[in-house]
């Protein structure tokens, strides 16, 4: 299933959610298409920011580090 699907997917059980209501089964479904379109916005944001170059004043590249989790 492509993240276009996934979106289509999610608007669908948004919309029934707002009038009907959804089962269980369609609860679980939008958690599960949530998680995989969330983990898709986190991983194309991570991959730019692993392209992101900081061009200081001077006119130097330096590669954008990563931080450290506390």
């Known amino acids: 299933m492509n993240i276009n699907e996934v979106i289509a997917r999610i608007n669908v059980l948004a919309k029934k959610a707002k009038t009907e209501g959804l089962t269980a089964e369609e609860t679980a479904e939008r958690d599960k298409l949530r998680r ?20 200081g004043p001077d006119g130097t590249k330096r590669k954008l580090e990563r931080k450290e989790r506390k």
């Not at 898709?40 to 170059?53: E, H, P, R």
């Open 36 to 55: 995989i379109y969330i983990d898709s916005v986190k991983a194309n944001l991570t991959g730019q920011l692993d392209n992101t170059y900081i061009v």
